[in-house]
């Protein structure tokens, strides 16, 4: 049972649903659609991430040995024959990853039989939830810091190791340079960074003989800590070595400057590295960073050339979750609708058309259903067919390429960290009158009391 | 490359360093200690959890063909040749799982050469951060509804898959009865609930229809859940339903509510059931849950008698890490102490001893070296000894009583969910003696400039 693909990574829910639906004989053509709610206050807009995980658990779909073993002891045999031959054959709609989204819209669109569109419920929000909050996050820090280096240093406060890779991913898709996660790189060929950790230059008797050290052990890479003891006398060590470096052909790339207040450590730094003859020596800040306190650093005019953000990126945690869900729109070609306090949704399939102003700025989107066709740039795409994809997985750079362009088409208000801005989507008539027609359907439910 | 046990499961200045240190002949003993350097302001106390796992990683830790083939054309060959011979070979004491915390206390210590001692930093923060955030957020939803049935809910928020999995794992061990996830079934041995979500509802024309075939398909696990569009109304079919079902034998063993004002809707709910006849039939919410959620409607009075608790409490999202810390404490066997501003740490090996008061709660913690013997409960044991378990993993169930134990101790401020209650913990001054001989030492780093 492999713990990142396995078929019981699903709510228990899922399975005594799927029984009940065998039983029923109920496997007509189900449409789920994936969405969030509503944004939290502390969000403007949404990148959308987490689409090739949730393709690649698609097409891997299927009950082991092992795993229907342990169904087969809990649920009937003839059910458990029918999960060995479950596969996902269903189609799947998307908008593109990297894309700025808002809430209701339809992220993801299953239409597969009931069973296979049910089951994969719990996998897809996990992983779609998660990659769209951090690549969200990280959004706002390049917002925050234009023309900064940025690297993700979040992996050891990651929610575990799947949650520190894809939000590696997630913050390199929505335009971070790079991240310190080493197996990120291996896995989606993400720039990876590091040099050293306070432990090494303790692990030395002397702080400047660890940085010499280092310099001679990595010279195209040589990024020294400077703050494990007292910051301003270790730049000055600094300066000293790169003379001596300098003969021997090394050159030291940068600083790097890991706690107290870093404006200030930089201004005295930049001083004596600039005072020292090092002005190509760049500086380099980490340290309980996030979006707020990199907007601070770049408005204070801070000499800081790159930040490492580690926890707040890679837990999201002004706000560790999305309210995401995947609902049914659709059964057996019947439009359907949750009627639930504070959580009713817009049924049927939908489509999303977006609108831009005359400078290329998002100014609009319309939500309707897919058979209103409207003006506007539609953002929902088949993606997969009859369980298999129609084009290659897209490259990362060029997801990377296109959340670029969707942030500089952000209207201002929206780049705002700090002052919540309205975006319009506009409800079409024709998903209104839908609703509407559901409603009046599901108003015979409050009434007839008879099983 | 495995995603949850490569070697590649680090931050790259891991292996920058370890490159350092083998050009250095660097390999003598390290001692690093993990510990929490402090606590969030919304939590009293923490619950260790995560061991396990550590160990896990160090038994298995190894570079593989793959993983080499990567290292080699980035770093020297001999040094790609020598990592493919490293393994995890030293000590690790820790304190037992389940076990309640405090800030500096070591949670668990690495003694071993110091390039194996470094390169697991970064997993074994991973590991015990998630668990340990997640086990003392399930602690306190357990302290906030004694004597409820609390089943976690949140592996579609959690972050990722091994989240979802470690987050059942530790909610279990904090005391709750159960998950959602069905893989932590067959992974950890911990029960599983869940019976239909509203989209089973909503496939069906009728929602009487839709409880009467879920009864039939499961008539031992039958949970309705009645908010999909009129929670009263669905009640009242419910108690109709029963009526006929147990003519066949079957019984109804509880609704399930998911939206709206919960105590309300049950106390309305709890009304119809027992006016129709049904006062065996339990009562069980979710939606939103966090501890405060639990404790007013507990302190309310609502007729509730389970609940689930997801996305709060799988991302403990008031708080979504913890300020976890791995440093280096000795080399070659000398103290060592990091002096950043903030963010000073308590030099060599440590022990805890705690103390009780008459009635068995706990009463201070004494923060001493190692070779200094306290009276009090010693709370670091030696669990692995040049890389071997000294004893078979402990079994959940048993960790899990541990920690039942461990919250039935706590003094009644520190259990409060909303008042911040101090707790002692003693820094012995064989302690304080030997950071300030530390530091004397250190002073010399300010001074020294040269490399």
Redesign the interface.
């Known amino acids: ?1 492999d ?2 693909t ?1 078929a ?10 799927l ?6 004989g ?1 496997e007509e053509t ?1 449409v ?1 659609e994936l969405f969030v709610r509503e944004l939290p206050a502390e969000r403007n807009f949404l990148i959308l991430a987490g689409l090739e995980q949730a393709l690649e658990y698609l097409e891997g779909l299927h009950f082991s040995a ?2 229907l073993k ?1 169904i087969s002891d809990r649920f009937s045999k003839p059910f458990a024959e029918y999960l060995s031959r479950l596969r996902f054959s269903g189609d799947v709609h998307a908008i593109p990853e990297g894309t700025v989204v808002f809430p209701n819209e339809p992220l993801l669109r299953i239409t597969a039989p ?1 069973p296979q569109a ?1 089951l994969v ?3 897809l ?3 779609v ?2 990659q769209t ?1 951090i690549a969200s996050k990280a959004a706002r820090c390049v917002i925050a810091a234009p023309n900064k280096f940025l690297v993700d ?1 979040g ?13 590696a991913r997630a913050a390199y898709l929505a335009g971070m340079d790079g991240t ?4 990120a ?3 989606f060929a993400i720039p ?9 230059v ?2 030395h008797e ?4 660890a ?4 310099a ?3 010279p195209d ?1 040589v990024l020294l800590l400077i ?4 910051t301003e ?2 730049a ?2 600094v300066v ?2 790169a003379a ?1 470096l300098s003969q021997a052909g090394l050159r030291i790339k940068g600083v790097r400057i ?3 207040d870093l404006a200030d450590h930089a201004r005295k730094v930049r001083a004596i590295l600039d005072d020292g003859g090092c002005p190509e020596v760049t500086i380099f800040a980490s340290g309980n960073l996030d979006e707020h306190a990199l907007e601070r650093l770049v408005k204070d005019g801070a000499p800081i050339d790159g930040f490492g953000i580690g ?1 707040r990126l890679d ?3 002004d706000r ?3 309210d ?1 869900a995947y ?2 729109q659709e ?1 057996a070609g019947r439009p ?8 009713a949704t817009w049924p049927g399939r939908k489509q999303v058309y977006r609108h831009f102003d005359q400078q290329g700025r998002l100014r609009n989107d319309s939500l309707t259903v897919e058979t209103d066709l409207k003006p506007g740039k539609p953002l929902v795409n088949l993606v997969m067919r009859g369980g298999k994809r129609i084009a290659a997985p897209e490259p990362l750079a060029q997801i990377r390429e296109r959340c670029a362009v969707e942030i500089s088409c952000l209207p201002e208000p929206l780049r705002s960290l700090d002052s919540p801005a309205p975006y319009l989507v506009i409800v079409s008539e024709a998903l209104q009158h839908l609703a509407a027609s559901v409603d009046e359907a ?1 108003c015979s ?7």
Request: net charge neutral; glycine share 8%; aromatic share 14%.
């Open positions: 049972m713990p990142l396995s019981l990574l699903t709510d228990f829910y899922q399975l005594t649903m029984q009940g639906y065998f039983e029923q109920m189900a789920f092992q795993e342990w009931l049910q419920e719990s996998r929000i996990n992983l939830n998660l909050l240093f992996f050891r406060r990651a929610h575990g190791a799947e949650a520190g890779l894809l939000a310190a996660t080493v197996l790189a291996p896995l990876v960074f590091g040099t050293m950790a306070h432990s090494f303790q692990a002397d702080e400047g003989m940085f010499e050290n280092f001679h052990a990595q890479n703050d494990t003891y007292y006398a270790a000055h060590k000293g070595l001596r890991d706690s107290g926890t837990t999201s945690a560790p979750y999305l995401c609902k049914l059964y359907r609708r949750k009627y639930s306090e504070g959580k599901t439910q409050k009434t007839s009391r008879a099983g």
